[in-house]
């Protein structure tokens, strides 16, 4: 059967889809897929005996402490990092946003902290804040204060890679928040002086409600991003004489645990179920997310 232009053309586009369709099947559904299928066994790589256990590798999860102590800092990541990073973005973005000359330069050199290697980032950070011989303590104790355990403290360790976390992930956020600024339109702004509206009242009348379906997309990725936090635990926590995961794993993430449980203690069944939890969280999150937060304005 001979196929009409319209035919032809109808072809060549479900082919061009079928192309990425095929792909994201074979690497992301399928993979999650068998994630939830090892999840349901007891799955040592060493072991070839591999017994179905049902949700016995979920019910041991919730049992145990560590997992819950890596629930309750990967929720201390996305709680006090998301909108910390959010926040200053923003307003670095609205100073840049005012510059008339020297922008891009400014853009460039906030820019440059998210493109370095986290791992490299990470261990100069370490370095940063060593109780001994550490820039941070060399500072506090040159103007008569006390030198910080920082990475050897239960309390402020996880505070250190939030820090980092923080550091990282602002010039992207910013660049981003600056995009959504340009698409902003001057005669806004213009029509609310006259109005007598003061730039207190123009950024939250105007700026925020334009900015909504920015400010989505950056809550959206930045807490998918920092649910997933490992890089930077790792390396700034553990590595060389370190503890991955910090002193009594005050710093440990939810990712962290997945792989200590995998890669290091063989148990893939419970590393799977921890990933299957985690990638439910994250779904979950999302939708609730997009949902309470997406606004429609029209001015």
Known sequence: MKLTIKGRQAMWAYIFIAVPILFFILIRIAPTLFAFNI?????????????FVFFDNFKTLFKDN????????????????VPLQLIISLCIALL??????????????????????TVAVAWVWRWMFMKQGGVIN????AFGGTAQPFLDSTGQAIYVVIANIIWQSIGFNTIIFIAGLKQIPRTYYEASSIDGASPWIQFWKITIPLLNSTVVYLVVMATIQTLQV?????????????????????????VLYIYQAGFMNNKMGLASAATIILFSIIIIITIIQLKFLTKKVEY
């Open 66 to 81: 560590i997992f819950k102590k890596a629930m309750g800092n990967t929720v201390k990541y996305v709680f006090i990092g």
């Open 39 to 51: 999840s349901l066994h007891e799955w040592d790589i060493l072991s070839q005996d591999k017994p």
């Open 138 to 141: 060399q500072i506090i104790t």
């Open 96 to 117: 840049i946003n005012r510059l008339t000359k020297g922008a891009g330069i400014f853009r460039t050199i906030y820019f440059l902290p998210y493109v370095t290697s």
């Open 230 to 254: 490992f890089t930077q635990v790792f390396n700034i926590t553990g590595g060389g004489q370190g503890n991955p995961g910090g002193p009594v794993n005050s710093t440990l993430s939810l």
